[in-house]
């Protein structure tokens, strides 16, 4: 007989992991503003997009900047294999050249990856603050990525 908790625990976790990108955040938090950028970690990677690489993927948690918070947005039964296919296609849409703070960067990268993963979308906050962000804020030095690996 299947008990419910064994149900509980089929499928792979999909989180997304969100960090700080500014001190500012601190404050702007609480209202639901910010500067962020985000990763999808599944199958003990985490992965993001930058202007540098397009996307890439870490160690979970291995970005040098403070990490605000995690969120398990779902668990899904797409295998790893089927998971690197979506990535070879969102490899098209997020290479380094159209990296764009305001209308392509890493939290768009996030939503449209958790979209085809979950059918769902990230947080909200994290898609109307790119503008506000790229107004006044440019990604401290601090905020750097250890051991990231370019797809491709």
Do not use: A
């Not at 499928?11 to 950028?37: A, F």
């Not at 985490?46 to 970005?63: D, H, L, Q, R, T």
């Not at 305001?102 to 449209?112: E, G, Q």
């Amino acid at each position: 007989m299947i008990e419910l908790s064994d149900i509980e625990n089929i499928g792979e976790p999909v989180i997304l992991n969100i960090y700080d990108m500014h001190k500012i955040n601190n404050c702007l938090w609480k209202i639901g503003l910010g500067i962020y950028h985000s990763g999808v970690e599944i199958y003990g990677k985490e992965y993001s997009y930058n202007s540098n690489n397009g996307i890439f993927y870490i160690k979970p948690k291995s970005i040098k900047g403070q990490l605000r918070t995690q969120i398990l947005l779902g668990k899904t039964f797409k295998s790893q294999i089927e998971i690197e296919e979506i990535l070879n296609i969102l490899k098209e849409e997020f290479t380094p050249e159209k990296y764009n703070n305001k209308s392509n960067n890493s939290n768009y990268f996030s939503n449209k990856f958790v979209g085809k993963i979950l059918n769902k979308n990230i947080p909200k906050y994290l898609l109307r603050n790119p503008y506000f962000g790229s107004l006044c804020c440019i990604i401290p030095p601090e905020f750097d990525y250890e051991n990231e690996k370019i797809l491709g």
